[in-house]
């Protein structure tokens, strides 16, 4: 059965430092997604991306969030300079038109 | 807007007995209401969606759950609780189905006690 895969599993950084992570949605699908969940805290949207463009983004995805489809199977989230409140697990989903969303296993970012 | 509160950060149960995870949603438009499983180490699992139709939904692994729209709620429900079923639960909401951005509430983790 086809699913969301992202790499890396878990990424340590300095603060301050730009790190990128990597989705691969499943195949046929459309419509891109990043949430994050901050330790003990609920999942929370970031980016929602279609057709090459930004669809709707929440407060938190500000100038130093940044989301790219480089090829026909990538989907990017990269951080400019991360800071400690950047500390989470970002999930990635991907959906179908007119379907559910499907989400990875997720990345924990640890920013020192 | 669309928000979700899901009373209980902890439930626990015997095994065999009922398993019931409570979830009340605001939402100003008709909403979609969504139950994902998150096993530990992996990404959220689609347990089962209401969209439109039948106010009791089934999913998968014998949950099942009903949107009451009087009590603004879409509490989850199974009849006998297995060891497997330990795992964080989450409600979600979306203004449209797949077309809008989800909204979760914080969780509630379900244990099993042998």
């Known amino acids: 059965e086809p699913e969301v895969t992202q790499t890396p599993s878990h990424q340590v950084t300095q603060m301050g430092q730009e790190v990128i992570l990597r989705c691969v949605p499943i195949?046929?699908?459309?419509?891109f997604y990043w949430y994050r969940q901050i330790l003990g805290q609920k999942v929370e949207f970031l980016v929602s991306f279609y057709n090459n463009e930004i669809s709707e983004k929440s407060e938190i995805f500000d100038d130093q969030f940044s989301v790219e489809r480089p090829d026909g199977s990538n989907f990017t989230l990269k951080i400019r300079s991360t800071k400690l409140e950047d500390s989470a697990m970002y999930f990635c989903a991907s959906r179908r038109a007119g379907n559910e969303q499907f989400f990875g296993p997720g990345t924990r970012l640890t920013v020192l | 807007a669309q928000s979700v509160t899901q009373l209980g950060s902890h439930v626990s149960v015997s095994e065999g007995a009922l398993v019931l995870l409570r979830c009340n949603y605001s939402?100003?438009?008709?909403?979609?209401l969504f139950w994902y499983v998150q096993y530990p180490n992996q990404g959220l699992q689609l347990l089962l969606k209401y969209t439109t139709g039948a106010t009791l939904v089934k999913g998968i692994n014998g949950f099942e759950a009903e949107f009451k729209k009087s009590e603004t709620s879409f509490h989850l429900t199974k009849p006998s609780a297995h060891m497997s079923d330990a795992a964080e639960y989450f409600c979600a909401v979306s203004a449209n189905f797949g077309n809008e951005k989800l909204t979760f509430g914080t969780g509630t983790r379900l244990t099993i006690i042998p």
């Open positions: 939402s100003s438009v008709p909403p979609y």
């Open positions: 195949s046929n699908h459309l419509y």
